[in-house]
């Protein structure tokens, strides 16, 4: 094999890992989308949210330790144990739950039947509190997030590629993990949606309000469902992101990064998100090693977004859209 | 009441028994607007009851209050013997009260077959992790549901279009997938409003046939909201006439037909 093209082959290996974990926060859009009709803007920062509480967990930080020094004049920030990563995950999701019940109880409830674009701007509402709420409780400084995931060059596929062709891969134990992980997730949701009866019902839900009211179904308890549900992609995805480059603020930025995938995947489809996340991840990484040279470099900012913006002229439902039927 | 006996005998209907729903005294008002002005009446297991009125007369409301999407300020509901306090639509479709829409709501993005089945939610018992742990169970639980409804689906004949997503029907199938779905809930009291609005004459015929037949064959109790004086007369056991949300009649179709207030607010002239 050419020495490009052994390149290339590496590169769109590790363009389709970086596409895993873009997926990974697509997808929680997708959830919210297909079943209350929100774009939710805050998922991203509930991504931060997450992987910054299982690190504050982990570490036994006290909540609010700041907050706390300043009315009392104490000086408490550390409870002094540290939890197992596995407890801790377990503590986050039900945060998360929590938080999805709060979401629904203050917010959504009282906005049924709003125009999405209220809807919408609620979600950006609830990003900023949760990025306030998040610094405040856990401090705003850069952590690192180690849950016992293996991480750094995989030996085997390196010795087996330099075997081969003379020239080892550099493939991120993390990134294949992620994709286990994804793959697991995706085919857990799509057997929820598809085949039990709150998938069913979420799906009635996301469809027609008042038509799953009549057959039985509690709009309340479907949204808390979906909104736990996002928590949860949400926590994967920020301990992905976090292991990978520690908990901070930009950790909250992936979300826009989530966008050109969904314009490409369509906002609807779950098996979308994948796709939508792997082109982008292998078409970004692709185009730096091909034509990044020629420009200056730095493509991987902007490929994505000029991408998605090539499909919303050709093809506006996204691949695996609803195409959009108007009966006239 | 006599009435609902001899209307057995009149409309050929199933057995008809005792009051399963009663409404005593409701109003409901919207703002500065009573829509409906208090209003008595019960309904009886097994009968065919049906609402009618000029439009705006309040029984769409009405049959809104019955299944709980609006709650009335005054006035009881008596449920199986019951008083049923402030519910919503969501629980009184768990208690065994199905519902069809003027404007059909149906999913329209799932097929016919998964329409029918979310109107099984109501004998769907295991839990989420039941079904993800204990698969034998959920398994034969869904089995038993899917043949239930496609039980019904052969009765309302609609076995061509199981797999079809339901934004492709034309308009009186929807309407029957929509029967479909509330049946398939086996409730105690089915509400229609307004089951042949928009249809042709032949898809009317199909549609009074499946009513009569689910009456005859499961023994439904069915209410029904409707505008053809026609279909109304030969469905129905029993009639309640609503003008400006007031009661001005109620009673055998027959007795209806003679009321001199039903024939001055709605039929302006009697018919015979």
Known sequence: MPDQLIFATEVFLNGLMAGVLYALVALGFVLIYKASGIFNYAQGVMALFAALTLV??????????????????????????????????????????????????????????????????????????????????????????????????????????????????????????????????VFTLIVFAQYTKQGRAM???????????????????????????????????????????????????????????????????????????????VGEKLFEFAIGPMVGGATENWFAYVLALVFLVFRPQGLFGEKIIERV | MANGVRAQAAAGGGIVGDVVLEMENIILRFGGVTAIKDISFDIRRGEIRAIIGPNGAGKSSMLNVISGFYHPQEGQIWYKGRERPAMKPYEVALQGIARTFQNIALFEGMTVLDNIMTGRIRQMKSGLLAQALW??????????????????????????????????????????????????????????????????????????????????????????????????????????????????????????????????????????
Do not use: C
């Open chain 1, 56 to 185: 504050g967990i982990m570490k036994g930080q006290v909540p609010f330790a700041h907050l706390i020094n300043a009315v009392f004049g104490t000086h408490v920030h550390y409870f002094g144990w540290n939890v197992p990563a596995l407890v801790a995950i377990v503590l986050t999701m039900l945060v998360m739950v929590g938080l999805a019940w709060a979401v629904n109880e203050i917010v959504f409830k009282h906005l049924v039947n709003q125009e999405p674009i209220l809807l919408f701007m609620a979600t950006i509402g609830i990003a900023y509190f949760l990025e306030g709420i998040g610094d405040m409780m856990w401090g705003s400084e850069i952590k690192k997030l180690d849950v016992g995931l293996p991480q750094g060059i995989n030996l085997w596929i390196d010795n087996v590629t330099y075997n081969a062709f003379g020239y080892g891969f550099f493939i991120d134990n993390l990134d294949i993990v992620a994709t286990v992980v994804a793959a697991v997730l």
């Open chain 1, 203 to 281: 799906r009635a839900v996301a469809d027609d309000h008042q038509a799953a009211l009549s057959v039985g179904i509690s709009l309340n308890f479907i949204w808390v469902m979906v909104w736990s549900l996002a928590g949860f992609v949400a926590l994967v995805a920020g301990i992905m992101w976090g292991t990978k480059s520690g908990v901070q603020f930009s950790l909250s930025l992936i979300a826009l990064k989530a966008l050109p995938v969904l314009m490409l995947g369509g906002f609807t489809s779950i098996p979308g998100a994948i796709v939508g996340g792997l082109i982008i991840g």
């Open chain 2, 135 to 272: 698969k034998g169970k959920a398994e034969r639980e869904e089995t038993e549901n899917r043949e239930s409804v496609e039980r019904i689906i052969d009765f309302l004949e609609i076995q061509h279009i199981r797999k079809t997503p339901v934004g492709r029907l034309p308009y009186g199938l929807k309407k029957r997938v929509e029967l479909a779905r509330a049946l398939a809930a086996e409730p105690s009291i089915l509400l229609l409003d307004e089951p042949m609005a928009g249809m042709n004459v032949e898809e009317k015929e199909d549609m009074s046939r499946f009513v009569l037949d689910v009456n005859d064959e499961f023994g439904t109790t069915i209410v029904l909201i409707e505008h053809d004086m026609g279909v109304v007369m030969d469905l129905s056991d029993r009639v309640v006439v609503m003008d400006y949300g007031r009661k001005i009649g109620d009673g055998t179709p027959d007795e209806v037909r003679r009321n001199q207030d039903v024939i001055d607010a709605y039929l302006g002239v009697s018919h015979d």
